[in-house]
């Protein structure tokens, strides 16, 4: 069972530099998130979607963008890398309309700006 | 805006003591998570609490979820090393987007 994979897993990148991240769920849910995880500040919400073709900002969404043009897969895009942009971000994804549901995590992918 | 805090932050215990990790949040809601992170790894969903007054165990662990207080327990029962992690609580804001607002998280480390 995959769940919720993320792409890449670690990535290194210059100030400026643009990059997509990949999150891919094999679950069938329709809620997808993309969060950021920095020392001491829990998970702040960048980006979610509530379905394909839908995305709407979160908490921290600045610097951001995301797509979802297939139900499965939620991209979440940096135009112009800067240093405050390292973390770790976290994909997740649950059902709809299923609130005792929890939100299902991926692995992280652990992003540096140089 | 819905805000989310933990205490405490970080919490050093000795095997087999028993402790509790506080979560206030600051708006009314019924839904609330408890996730566990291992150093370097992924979330991992504890439980789920949906209603005023629900608990839940599992094992050492143990949750309870008051409404009206707007707080969630995480209690610890002789606890072993096997549980140094990290804790988030996480509420949902309400409405239909599901959307989770997290704690800080503790950092527990239970030593032997």
């Known amino acids: 069972n995959a769940g919720v994979t993320q792409t890449p897993k670690f990535r290194v990148l210059k100030t400026g530099q643009s990059m997509t991240l990949l999150c891919a769920q094999d679950?069938?849910?329709?809620?997808m998130y993309w969060y950021r995880q920095d020392p001491g500040m829990g998970l702040r919400l960048i980006h979610y979607?509530?379905?394909?073709?839908?995305?709407a900002k979160g908490e921290v969404p600045d610097g951001y963008n995301v797509s979802r043009l297939k139900k499965q897969n939620f991209l979440l895009g940096l135009e112009s890398a800067a240093p405050s942009q390292t973390s770790v971000y976290f994909c997740?994804?649950?059902?709809?309309?299923?609130?005792?549901?929890?939100?299902?995590f991926g692995d992280g992918t652990r992003l540096s700006i140089l | 805006e819905l805000k989310v805090e933990q205490n405490p932050l970080f919490l050093s215990m000795q095997e087999g003591k028993n402790y509790t990790i506080y979560c206030n949040y600051s708006?009314?809601?019924?839904?609330l998570y408890w996730y566990r992170q291992d150093p370097g790894k992924s979330l991992e969903s504890l439980f789920v609490?949906?209603?005023?007054?629900a608990v839940k165990q599992e094992g050492r662990l143990m949750a309870s979820l008051d409404t009206k207080a707007r707080l969630s327990t995480l209690h610890i029962t002789a606890a072993v090393h096997d549980l140094s992690a990290t804790y988030f609580c996480?509420?949902?804001?309400?409405?239909?987007?599901?959307?989770?607002?997290f704690g800080k998280g503790t950092l527990l480390t239970v030593n032997p």
């Open positions: 997740a994804s649950t059902l709809r309309g299923v609130g005792n549901q929890p939100q299902h």
């Open positions: 679950m069938n849910h329709e809620y």
């Open positions: 979607s509530v379905g394909e073709g839908t995305t």
């Open positions: 708006t009314t809601s019924d839904r």
């Open positions: 609490l949906l209603s005023n007054g």
């Open positions: 996480a509420v949902d804001s309400g409405g239909s987007n599901y959307k989770l607002t």
